[in-house]
């Protein structure tokens, strides 16, 4: 199967933001009308908590595209920009212990992430930059895991709750990465040297077949190494390093491999992403896409 129903966003910033709010608009709106009347009534009146607006300036200071977007996502929707960063900061939250799994099978590398079962397969082509596929939540700029049509594939999982004089959420990155480059270490020094709230892991391969991770940590940015051609990161520590024991000697057989990563990823709520860097394809559950 393909992603027939994908939906696609060109242009500038604030056309992005429009196109995938106008795609959207009932299913961010009602999305953003599930939380308590008083903080929908705090929004509507233009009254921000502090925590929300030191979001929004830390997106429109280290990530000025994204902040365009969310505007531009805002108009469309008829919402306003503070009733979708409480909104966006929520969903970041709820999936910011996602683990990360990223294999090399003779130089193929594949990366997996667990997503929700109502993750939104986009095309994304910004204006003078990259193309990319990708999985992500409708209400959000960055995605969960993608594809650029340089080969570049990420998956990445969220970061601790914004506030007390912290930056933004981590997995702002991927969008950046996405439409900036097109090669493992060039994106993995702009990561390094970008700020971000800590606990956020990313993994990161190119059409080379060189793949890694970096940790986004309160102490550093710790680049992660594969282990005999086996890369875990995110989630609980200590499962992380019993998964990546497990898949290590599961790596001669690879669909014995992908059933042991959806064992460990796939809930009743989340099914399985993959993405196989070399070929530029994407797959959710059943449905496959690419940028070819």
Not at 173 to 196: I, K, N, T, V
Not at 243 to 272: C, I, M, N, Q, W
């Amino acid at each position: 199967m393909t992603f027939e129903a994908d939906l696609s966003c060109a242009g500038a910033p604030r056309d992005l933001g429009r196109d995938l709010g106008l795609a959207c608009r009932e299913r961010i709106r009602a999305r953003v009308g599930q939380r308590a009347l008083g903080e929908r009534l705090r929004d509507g009146l233009g009254l921000p908590d502090a925590a929300v607006a030191s979001w929004l300036r830390d997106v429109r200071r280290y990530f000025p595209h994204q902040h365009e977007w969310l505007e531009g996502l805002a108009r469309a929707v008829d919402l306003p920009l503070q009733a979708i960063a409480r909104t966006s900061i929520a969903v970041l939250e709820a999936e910011r212990d996602a683990m990360l799994v990223a294999a090399d099978f003779d130089g193929a590398v594949r990366l997996w992430r667990r997503v929700p079962a109502t993750a939104l397969p986009r095309r994304v082509a910004p204006e003078g930059r990259f193309e990319s596929l990708e999985l992500g939540a409708a209400i959000l700029t960055s995605p969960w895991i993608g594809v650029n049509d340089r080969g570049l594939a990420l998956a990445i999982a969220g970061g601790a709750t914004p506030g007390r004089g912290r930056a933004v959420h981590g997995a702002l990155f991927a969008r950046d990465c996405l439409e900036r480059f097109d090669a493992l270490e060039s994106a993995l020094d702009w990561c390094a040297g970008r700020p971000a709230a800590p606990g956020a892991a990313l993994v990161l391969a190119d059409a080379a077949g060189d793949f890694a991770g970096i940790a986004l940590e309160s102490s550093g940015r710790p680049v992660r190494r594969a282990d005999d051609g086996v890369l875990v990161m995110g989630g609980d520590a200590e499962a992380a390093r019993e998964l990546g024991a497990a898949l290590r000697k599961l790596r001669s057989d690879p669909e014995a491999f992908e059933a042991r990563v959806h064992e460990a990823l796939v809930s009743g709520t989340h099914a399985l992403a993959s993405i196989d860097a070399k070929a530029g394809r994407l797959a959710h559950g059943e449905d496959t896409g690419s940028l070819a």
